[in-house]
T-cell receptor, first 117, second 113 residues
Framework: AQKITQTQPGMFVQEKEAVTLDCTYD???????LFWYKQPSSGEMIFLIY??????QNATEGRYSLNFQKARKSANLVISASQLGDSAMYFC??????????????FGKGTTLSVSS | EADIYQTPRYLVIGTGKKITLECSQT?????MYWYQQDPGMELHLIHY???????EKGDLSSESTVSRIRTEHFPLTLESARPSHTSQYLC????????????FGQGTRLTVV
């Protein structure tokens, strides 16, 4: 079974609009971390935001926020005020287990975001 | 800026050749990883290491091998390259805390002809 599910292969948004990229996850461990990465066409992976399973508040980093709904096992990324430079592939990832730091990130299939002017 | 480096960035090589993809990090991270990614697709974990002399296979079966003789160095070797090995290979490292993100190198795009 997929640990990380991203159901939107592609999303289109206009500049200055907000966009939500969906991510659901599957784990039975109470301790886990959720990450979002951006991958531009150049190929590098850029870390955006992190949410821990025990964090009480949704994580925010500048224009990025994470809509964490633990009961639904969802961790959607919200990008406010989209910019042309936001056009890229976005990956949701999870690290799980009691020794969370000791496990590797498992990635979803990604969502391609296209921002138009 | 992350201090993790991969060489070469691009490699075109003939079938049957032995190749080594280099990955080095200067952050002193114990954890290092290799991911394989086809264009526009998800990343698949193929190898990881928790420290010197520790290596494990990832979720995706791979004919490659890795070694971790020094903390900063985590090379990946293909003894006999095949066209099916054509892909992008991404190396990453992370600290030993739960909230620590993985830092990625810029990747090696391998083409086997």
């Amino acid at each position: 079974a997929q640990k990380i599910t991203q159901t939107q292969p592609g999303m289109f948004v206009q500049e200055k609009e907000a966009v939500t990229l969906d991510c659901t996850y599957d784990t039975s461990d109470p301790s886990y971390g959720l990450f979002w990465y951006k991958q531009p066409s150049s190929g590098e992976m850029i870390f955006l935001i992190y949410q821990g399973s025990y964090d009480q508040q949704n994580a925010t980093e500048g224009r990025y926020s994470l809509n964490f709904q633990k009961a639904r096992k969802s961790a959607n990324l919200v990008i406010s005020a989209s910019q042309l430079g936001d056009s890229a592939m976005y990956f949701c990832a999870m690290r799980e287990g009691p020794n969370q730091a000791g496990t590797a990130l498992i990635f979803g299939k990604g969502t391609t975001l296209s921002v138009s002017s | 800026e992350a201090d993790i480096y991969q060489t070469p960035r691009y490699l075109v090589i003939g079938t049957g050749k032995k190749i080594t993809l280099e990955c080095s990090q200067t952050m002193g991270h114990d954890k290092m990883y290799w991911y394989q990614q086809d264009p526009g697709m998800e990343l698949h974990l193929i190898h990881y290491s928790y420290g010197v002399n520790s290596t494990e296979k990832g979720d995706l079966s791979s004919e490659s091998t890795v070694s971790r003789i020094r903390t900063e160095h985590f090379p990946l070797t293909l003894e006999s390259a095949r066209p099916s090995h054509t892909s992008q290979y991404l190396c990453a490292s992370s600290e030993s805390t739960a909230a620590s993100e993985a830092f990625f190198g810029q990747g090696t795009r391998l083409t086997v002809v």
